[in-house]
Each structure stands twice: as structure tokens, then as C-alpha cells.
């Protein structure tokens, strides 16, 4: 049974950093291209940053040079840290595999951003 447990979120003032963590169970974790995937209130899913199962990163656009993502492979984990993060960071982050199809999706974590 496939299952991806997040944590790591909360409340953060603009300016402050998180660093949301994903356990991944189920799955050929080392031979799997891993995502982070976000979605605010009223707007669709969207990807946040890949890393592949090469350990190779990317980070989309939006996110370039505050976020990173990183993968262990003996936890199976898969971690996205967040820094300088903005209001518009605000969402519920959910991690996932890359490749088509997406395995169920956990119950995510909220990343809120306010003063």
C-alpha cells in the first residue's frame, strides 16, 4: 500500500524559512523520481520542485533560490526546505512521484505565511 506522510509545516512570518519533510512507503523509493506539489485555497495543484531518483534536482521558477529539495534514500524520505518564503507560499504541500500515474495523495501539511 502506497502511502506519503508530510510534515513540517505551520505558521511563518514573511521572510522565515520551514522545512517540510515526506516519508514514502509502498514504493521502489531509490528507482522513483520523487516531487513536492502545492495547492492554496481556490488555485489548482502545482509542482514545487522534482528531484530525480539520480538525485538530480529541480526547482521550478517561482521557487529558485529560496527552496530546496533533497531525498534520502535509507529513510526514503524526501525533504523541501524553504526559505525567504513569501505569502504567496502559502498552501497545502503535499509530496508525490513524478511519473504518471500519481500515487494517492497523503493528507499534506499547511504552510501558512503571514505577519
Known amino acids: 500500500q502506497v502511502q506519503f506522510v508530510e510534515s513540517g509545516g505551520g505558521l511563518v512570518q514573511p521572510g522565515g524559512s520551514l522545512r517540510l519533510s515526506c516519508a514514502a512507503s509502498?514504493?521502489?523509493?531509490?528507482?522513483?523520481?520523487m516531487g513536492w506539489y502545492r495547492q492554496a485555497p481556490g488555485k489548482q495543484r502545482e509542482v514545487v520542485a522534482i528531484?530525480?531518483?539520480?538525485?538530480?534536482?529541480h526547482v521550478k521558477d517561482f521557487a529558485k533560490g529560496r527552496f530546496s529539495i533533497s531525498r534520502d534514500n535509507a529513510k526514503n524520505t524526501v525533504d523541501l526546505q524553504m526559505n525567504t518564503l513569501k505569502p504567496e507560499d502559502t498552501a497545502v504541500y503535499y509530496c508525490n512521484v513524478v511519473d504518471a500515474p500519481y500515487r494517492p495523495w497523503g493528507q499534506g501539511t499547511q504552510v501558512t505565511v503571514s505577519s
Open positions: 528531484i530525480f531518483k539520480s538525485g538530480k534536482p
Open positions: 509502498g514504493i521502489d523509493f531509490n528507482t522513483t523520481s
